[in-house]
């Protein structure tokens, strides 16, 4: 698979794609090992396909966790809280632990930003599986008292493209139990409402 990184929407890399077509899937099992086992699987790089759950973070992010998966001398970066890997159905992995945060360094970040990716978009690229020891890292999963512990994170390599809805359309079969949680969440809630509403005449 050619190396070239896309820096801009215009750009594409077709060797990459095809690549990544066909080996998503498989990153998705290697996620699902990864997560179980992060010291074994640590610094694997696999092509991922992910949905960005959460936010970004911004200057507020504490150095010893940066530091921790970046070096000291790395601070042109991005960080997004919470990517959903997708490509396989989750129903063993907690979902505490398959949700995970994500950095992007220098050129991938500014890939990142050319291509607009926000919340609830869906990208594609090649990842490194980082787990790093980080100081009072407890006290950033919500444990109250502030201890050492190392933390699994992915580091994006390579952005190869930000998906659309017709590239999502073999997703379908396979839904993680987050999306699937979500999905009828949202049944749920329409539900409630009608009845609400019925009440209500």
């Known amino acids: 698979m050619s190396?070239?990184?896309?820096?801009?929407?215009?750009?594409?890399?077709?060797?990459?794609?095809?690549?990544?077509?066909?080996?998503y899937k498989d990153g998705a099992n290697a996620f699902r090992k990864f997560v179980r086992r992060p010291e074994?699987?640590?610094n694997e790089e696999h092509v991922l396909r992910i949905k960005l759950e959460g936010k970004f973070g911004g200057w507020r992010l504490r150095e010893d966790v940066y530091q921790?998966?970046?070096g000291t001398g790395v601070k042109d970066f991005l960080f997004i809280n919470d990517v959903n890997v997708l490509?396989?159905?989750n129903n063993d992995v907690e979902r505490d632990n398959w949700l995970v945060d994500c950095f992007a360094v220098g050129s991938v970040a500014d890939w990142i930003d050319d291509q607009d990716v926000t919340q609830g978009d869906i990208i594609e690229g090649k990842f490194k599986f980082a787990y790093e020891l980080?100081?009072?890292?407890?006290?950033?999963?919500g444990v109250a008292e502030?201890?050492?512990?190392?933390?699994?994170?992915?580091?994006?390599l390579?952005?190869?493209?930000?998906?659309?809805?017709?590239?999502?359309q073999d997703e379908d079969d396979s839904k993680t139990t987050l999306e699937a949680e979500n999905d009828f969440s949202e049944?749920?809630?329409?539900l409630l409402q009608s009845i609400k509403n019925e009440r209500e005449i």
Request: charged residues 30%; hydrophobic residues 30%; glycine residues 8%.
């Open 40 to 42: 074994r699987y640590k």
């Open 158 to 168: 390579e952005g190869y493209k930000k998906l659309s809805s017709d590239d999502m």
């Open 87 to 89: 490509g396989r159905e």
């Open 134 to 141: 980080v100081k009072n890292g407890a006290n950033t999963r």
């Open 3 to 23: 190396n070239q990184k896309i820096s801009n929407g215009e750009e594409f890399n077709e060797a990459a794609s095809n690549d990544m077509t066909e080996s």
């Open 146 to 156: 502030a201890h050492d512990s190392e933390i699994a994170n992915l580091i994006l």
């Open 187 to 190: 049944l749920l809630n329409g």
């Open 68 to 70: 921790a998966f970046l």
